[in-house]
């Protein structure tokens, strides 16, 4: 009987003593994981030129239009928050980059108060994925490279006579190597500009339809960094800049807001511009990659995106980092949506329109030199740059606006 239950517990020993060094492995390893992640925050804040940035106390104009309005709304307000309120039953929202990122959030806030969002995607499995769960969905290929395929979309809507209650133009490419097109068009301009353009062009039949649509053009406040360069939007004769190449798309989208506001709203649909917050979580960064990096690296950043968005990082990063200036506090892509959101649906803007929106609210006019990290710069509000943007975009895509 004495050697049975030695040899039992001489068995038992050894599992045990297996576990413990696999407890203590995986805490290692947790452990190492939370110094990196820590770690690179408090690098990347260190060397942030944003984070340092002094409180901006500089010039603020006088304007008519882009006045900022009283709401209860903020720059950490989230997407949910602003459609609380909001019965959107039978409102259907059609809607580029609303499977991913800043996109994914505000279209889970507008189908859980009930509108229909048709989101329109060139990596359609990604999108299934990604919506999975969501009520009121209706997913689309599109690639706003391709014509082909933006005619083919809007063809096969325009059959259903559905009416569109706002049109979402929220996908984009950030800040990549000169690439063009098979028109030869640069990339940044053709994704961020052309291809927007001429979706909201041939779905104008079905936003008149609603009598009463918005248009809302995703910019950023990056197009402090420069106008439209007119006379050389493809960077045939300037030297190229990738920030500068993203920059002007989000400008002349702006402008091409101002401008589609003049011509529609004897039609009733109303256009703006959202800034929707610097958001380093956000999967705008991976989309830019789609088909010029290695599926590898494209994946890589996918499951970087999303595991900085579990684990928190945009609270550490902004926790090291500590700007004086609310512009400059990283968002969360639940804020991130919430401009996006509002500017679809929010009552507060019936009756406005070609204005440039961020933090949910109206944004304020600032000088063209000016260093704010906030507010539209006086060149992207310009008529006379407005007209010359639908020119070009006219011009590039063979689609002249007809009313």
């Known amino acids: 009987m004495e050697d049975n239950s030695k040899k039992k517990k001489l068995k038992t020993k050894p599992k045990k003593s297996i576990l413990r060094r696999l407890i203590r492995g995986l805490a290692l390893i947790t452990i190492i994981f939370l110094l990196l992640i820590i770690g690179s925050a408090a690098y990347i804040a260190m060397n942030d030129k944003a984070a340092k940035s002094p409180l901006y106390t500089g010039l603020i104009i006088s304007d008519e239009f882009q006045m900022p309005i009283d709401n209860k709304f903020n720059h950490h307000t989230e997407a949910m928050d602003v459609v609380e309120e909001l019965d959107l039953k039978g409102k259907i929202i059609v809607m580029t980059g609303g499977h991913s990122g800043?996109?994914?959030?505000?279209?889970?806030?507008?189908?859980?108060?009930?509108?229909?969002?048709?989101?329109?995607?060139?990596?359609?499995?990604?999108?299934?994925?990604?919506?999975?769960?969501?009520?009121?969905?209706?997913?689309?290929?599109l690639d706003l490279l391709k014509p082909k395929s933006i005619e083919a979309f809007t063809q096969k809507f325009l059959k259903s006579n559905r009416p569109i209650h706002a049109l979402i133009n929220s996908a984009g490419i950030y800040n990549i190597p000169l690439t063009r097109d098979e028109r030869g068009y640069e990339l940044q301009f053709a994704t961020n500009v052309l291809g927007h353009y001429e979706l909201t062009m041939k779905l104008l039949p079905a936003l008149k339809k609603a009598n009463g649509a918005r248009i809302v053009n995703l910019s950023s406040r990056g197009h402090r960094l420069s106008n439209v360069i007119i006379d050389d939007v493809n960077f045939e004769n300037a030297e190229y800049d990738g920030m500068i190449s993203y920059a002007q798309s989000k400008t002349a989208l702006i402008l091409l807001s101002i401008k589609l506001d003049k011509l529609l709203k004897d039609s009733n649909i109303r256009s703006f511009a959202v800034h929707p917050g610097p958001i380093p979580s956000s999967d705008l960064f991976t989309s830019s990659q789609v088909g010029i990096a290695s599926n590898t690296k494209v994946q890589f950043m996918k499951a970087s995106a999303k595991l900085s968005r579990a684990i928190n990082y945009t609270w550490l990063l902004n926790f090291f980092r500590n700007p004086e200036n609310v512009g400059d506090i990283y968002k969360t892509v639940k804020e991130g949506g919430a401009t996006t959101a509002w500017a679809a649906v929010s009552p507060e803007l019936n009756g406005k329109g070609g204005l440039y929106l961020e933090d949910c609210n109206i944004a304020k006019l600032v000088p063209n030199d000016s260093n704010a990290p906030f507010g539209v710069r006086q060149y992207a509000v310009d008529i006379e740059s407005a007209n010359k943007v639908l020119e070009i975009c006219e011009k590039m895509t063979g689609i002249k606006f007809e009313n």
């Open 102 to 141: 800043t996109g994914r959030e505000a279209t889970k806030a507008l189908t859980i108060r009930g509108a229909t969002v048709i989101a329109l995607a060139r990596d359609v499995e990604w999108a299934k994925s990604n919506l999975k769960g969501l009520p009121n969905i209706e997913i689309e290929y």
